[in-house]
């Protein structure tokens, strides 16, 4: 029996990052010597011109002749730095060689070995430049696979597969000669509204936390840094607006928006953070030497480097206004702790260089940051004398082979939600005469995330293949179904009606109708969902809500498929659908999973990372509140969800029985307690449940959240197959900020309740927590442990 349970909980503080043969903790130790020692010399010896070389990057694109790198234009200067200008005293990071325009890889490759020679050439030292990418729903260049966007990571509850992915991610970054990956992304949706909702993990820190960590692992084991962001608090803007101020107090910072970075520094072993662009309380993330200094690094011992978000430093001035000059920009952000500037050099050049001449910034800063980059660059193996610049593939680089694509179907899969069935509408019956309309039925980029290479970059060369296979819903049907009708009805976004007629025509003429509807992904206003592509409001865009409506009004049993980015409000089209699915940007094999769980080769098993709102309009809010946050009489406005955190359904029905403490009611206040379930698939079908474990605190010194999320299991079971679910969960896990800003575990009453999902507990085990107050530090357990225990196995003949 294939079981999934979450991350053991080891415990050592220590996040010098990364699991990889380059890292320092895994070379032999005369080596290690060597390259402290190489580090150390050049710290002595370079110039201030040559050491804040080491701390800009250059936005480049790869030559489609393969001669070499050409600068990007500067999104916000429009000018164009000379290539030989910049590299003249070494060069800190290559930013984006592959993804900034569609470039065969293996060209794109020869171009990067081509650049790094000149790097090395072109200074004194000799030394490479880092070269990175974004890396979140897979490597972004043209023709690599595209895997579901993270919002589809948490549906899945499964950090294993999610781990596989990333490894798959990784390997393919390091083949191409790439060193560092711009994810994952660990901020905790706070406001459905938020354009990037689509790109975090969900809406609990537990859950972000335990699979943004899975991630991490995975893209680390490879050689590959895994940079955490943006760190922190970007997600908690005010009305959901991109860079918009963020109100907050330190309770909600501490118990929601930090938890995932510690979960990933100590769980996955990043060995990079970036900054956000928010500001909390007047305070810019890019200048709080709070946040990036005396947390991460005194309090969380990180050692690796923070790294500017994409112009972040310059942000100081021209959008914070906490600097006048770029030269006081770079000060405050040295000395808040980041150590390199991106996506190229700005406030780190010349601003920074004149500020080291006038005395304004401590030269002191400069080579604390710079010997933070050099001991990265020694771990990745960039200063040894034998470095070669070629990458590791050679000429052989592919970037979406067999096996990564059966890994980006399995996640889809995993990912798709059922949210509701009636009558058992679904799977469709065989010989049911189906149709399919929407604007999304046959959409290839409804499958694809703002952050997919397609939607990013390959958005502004139309004229440019796609570069992978992306089978929209309507041809995976066609290829089960048989050329099945179809009609469009509208588009995503425009205002036009008149498709409305055929698409009715066509559910009228069906036994069933699949209605597909949802968001396009785009960038500043170029999408209903991505970076800039924030809502108003939970309608879905443009006339699709009416069209669903007039679907139906046929009468036409309508099976409602969503595709995307963020959680709609679909409360009038839910209650008329006989069957609702969710798919978060499932990517390029995700039109394939959608069809096979409609048609019942797959049965559904992902469960909602965010809740469904009901009402389009109401106050945005997760399932994280408080109770004055829930239903109360001193309010009209009823903020209970649709459908709630952690909901999803199965083809097959699952039973939970005999819950129970296994160490008695008492849970030692410095201990843990473990708790367990039987489960049981009485269907006669296979199916996964996903056993979920929330704490509810009746009374503390502080005001709880009503439930959250502390442990969960995701258990496959054949028919008639029975397994024991064990969680054990320490004190700490029970623990919360107090207003002196220490964190706490108090005695007293407690429930450990084992639910389907957030909204209703299956069984509450109640237990007593023993012993005095205790001040938890900051090397508390972050996660329960689960195992899954087979009990009784299914008789087959």
């Known amino acids: 029996m294939p079981v999934s349970a979450q991350q053991e909980d080891v415990r050592p503080l220590a996040v010098d990052g990364g699991a990889d043969a380059t890292s320092a903790a895994s070379v032999p130790a005369g080596v290690a010597a060597r390259r402290r020692a190489r580090v150390d010399e050049l710290v002595a010896a370079m110039t201030p011109e040559e050491k804040v070389a ?16 050409a600068p990007h234009q500067a999104d916000m200067s429009g000018n164009v730095p000379a290539w030989s200008d910049v590299i003249a005293h070494g060069l800190g990071q290559l930013t984006r060689p592959f993804g900034t325009a569609p470039v065969d890889p293996v060209v794109a490759a020869r171009s990067l070995a081509a650049s790094q020679r000149d790097v090395v050439a072109a200074s004194r030292f000799g030394i490479p430049a880092q070269v990175h990418e974004e890396c979140l729903t897979g490597f972004a260049a043209w023709t690599a696979t595209t895997y579901p966007t993270p919002l589809a990571w948490g549906a899945s509850f499964d950090p294993d597969l999610v781990e596989e992915m990333a490894t798959r991610i990784g390997a393919s970054m390091r083949a191409a000669g790439v060193h560092q990956g711009l ?30 960590a899975a991630y991490v692992r995975g893209l680390e084991s490879t050689g590959v840094v895994a940079t955490l962001k943006h760190f922190a608090g970007y997600s908690a803007s005010r009305a959901g607006r991109n860079l918009a101020p963020v109100s907050m107090g330190p309770a909600e910072l501490a118990d929601v928006i930090l938890p995932p970075f510690e979960v990933a520094l100590r769980h996955g072993g990043a060995r990079s953070v970036m900054h956000s662009y928010a500001e909390i309380d007047g305070v810019p993330a890019a200048a709080d030497e709070w946040l990036l200094t005396d947390l991460l690094r005194g309090r969380w011992g990180f050692r690796g480097t923070v790294v500017a978000d994409y112009f972040g430093v310059a942000f100081l001035q021209s959008l914070h206004g906490v600097a006048g000059s770029r030269g006081e920009a770079a000060g405050l952000a040295l000395r808040a702790g980041v150590d390199v500037e991106l996506p190229s050099v700005d406030a780190y050049g010349a601003p920074l260089l004149a500020a080291l001449r006038d005395g304004t910034v401590d030269a002191g800063l400069v080579d604390r940051a710079l010997r933070r980059v050099l001991e990265q660059k020694a771990e990745l193996g960039l200063l040894d004398e034998d470095w070669d610049p070629t990458p590791p593939a050679g000429d052989a680089v592919t970037l979406d082979d067999p096996v990564s694509q059966d890994v980006a179907l399995r996640l889809a899969r995993a990912s798709v939600v059922l949210l509701e069935n009636r009558d058992g509408v679904l799977p469709l019956a065989p010989g049911a005469r189906v149709a399919v309309v929407g604007p999304l039925a046959d959409d290839a980029m409804a499958m694809l995330g703002c952050y997919t290479f397609p939607a990013h970059v390959g958005a502004q060369h139309p004229d440019v293949p796609m570069g992978v296979d992306v089978p929209s819903v309507l041809a995976a049907l066609r290829e089960r179904l048989g050329d099945v009708p179809t009609a469009r009805g509208c588009d995503v976004e425009s205002d036009d009606r008149s498709g409305f007629d055929a698409a009715v025509a066509a559910a009228r003429d069906a036994d069933v109708v699949v209605v597909a509807v949802g968001d396009r992904a785009g960038l500043f206003g170029r999408g209903t969902s991505g970076e800039g592509c924030d809502a108003t409001d939970l309608h879905l865009p443009g006339q699709q809500g009416d069209l669903v409506r007039a679907v139906l009004a046929t009468g036409t049993p309508v099976v409602l498929v969503l595709l995307t980015g963020r959680p709609y409000a679909i409360g009038d089209l839910a209650e008329g659908a006989a069957a609702v699915v969710q798919a978060f940007f499932p990517g390029q094999r995700g039109g394939q999973a959608v069809a096979e769980v409609l048609t019942g080769a797959v049965a559904p098993s992902g469960r909602l990372p965010v809740s469904m709102p009901r009402d389009p309009s109401g106050q945005p809010g997760t399932y994280l509140s408080q109770p004055l946050g829930r239903r109360s009489g ?29 160490d008695g009611d ?10 367990a379930v039987d489960v049981t698939n009485d269907g006669d079908r296979a199916g996964t449940e996903v056993v979920q474990l929330y704490l509810h605190d009746p009374v503390a010194s502080a005001v709880r959240p009503v439930v959250r999320l502390v442990g969960l299991a995701r258990v496959d079971l054949a028919p008639g197959e029975r397994a024991t679910v064990e969680l054990t969960v320490h004190a700490d896990l029970a623990s919360f900020p107090r207003r002196d800003g220490t964190r706490v575990v108090e005695p007293g009453d407690l429930e450990l309740r084992l639910a389907r999902h957030s909204a209703d507990a299956e069984h509450a085990v109640r237990l007593r927590v023993d012993g005095p107050v205790r001040t938890v530090g900051d090397d508390r357990h972050l996660l329960s442990t689960a195992r899954v225990l087979p009990t009784s196995r299914a008789v087959t003949s």
């Open 634 to 662: 001193v309010s009209d406005v009823d903020p209970t969800p649709l459908y709630p955190f952690g909901h999803g359904l199965s083809y097959t029905t699952f039973t939970w029985s005999a819950a129970r403490a296994l």
């Open 666 to 675: 008492v849970w030692p206040v410095d201990g843990t307690t473990r708790v």
């Open 183 to 212: 994810a994952p992304v660990l901020d905790v949706t706070r406001d459905y509204r938020w354009g990037r909702t689509e790109e975090t993990i969900g809406e609990d820190p537990y859950l972000v936390g335990l699979v943004g």
């Open 54 to 69: 080491q701390l800009v990057g250059l936005w480049v694109g790869a030559d489609a002749s393969g001669g070499g790198v």
